[in-house]
């Protein structure tokens, strides 16, 4: 594509937050498995953007993060690489039985079909190859085909928060095997309306707590009311702003 990505660098950034560690120049050197930047470079990504350059080593060092940087800068590599890189570190942990109610491990939530496809199609590029089983649920078309998928067992669930909880609410998917919660375009969420049902998923009776699980949230913007939720969903977070985010 044409997008020149070297105009992000000299972008500032700012980093909060107790002991971030350092942000990594080049995918070669972020400590990923050889398979994993295999399939970046694949997808013909040569050097990461600001934002993947600090989400990777903090998402990897097992932190939470709020990450704030504006569309097109590549926030849903910043967390998919170092998500399918941890699952992919011991396979042991990744078998998964079909049938009865789904455990995945990663749910990603997003307002809009459009967004949960690309997240979806861009999870499905970087696990390429491997064991890895994502699925994927959007409202507006039928439940069934999504839920079989779901069924068959699955590691990475992509969803938007109401077909979401269509599945949590039929015993079809719970959330006591995960290990990453994200929750992508935080601020459209927020105009979305979509916040009840996203606190539904954090203070679910099957999630996870808090401190025993990773939470990542997304953002173009940065308002009060988003980082008031921020303070709410995150435990201990390190907070990176690539640029001028609007408040
Ligand atoms: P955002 O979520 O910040 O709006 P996306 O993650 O959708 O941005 O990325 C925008 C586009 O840039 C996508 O087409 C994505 O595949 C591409 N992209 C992301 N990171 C890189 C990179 N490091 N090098 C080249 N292209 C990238
Ligand atoms: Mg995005």
Redo the contacts with the bound molecule.
Sequence with gaps: ?G?N?DKFDCIAVKVSGENPPRAVESFETANLRKYVVDNILK???????P??KHAIPIIMGGRDLMGC?????????AFLLPIINTLLQDERELVVGPGGCAQPQVVIVSPTRELTL?IFN?ARKFSYGSILKIAVAYGGTAVRHQGDNISRGCHILVATPGRLHDFVDRNRVSFDSIRFVVLDEADRMLDMGFIPSVEKMMDHPTMVPIKERQTLMFSATFPEDIQHLAGRFLNNYLFVAVGIVGG
């Excluded at 504006?70 to 590599?77: L, N």
């Design positions: 594509s997008i990505f997808a013909g990504y040569k050097k990461p953007t934002i993947q940087a504006q569309t097109g800068s590549g926030k849903t590599a690309q861009e």
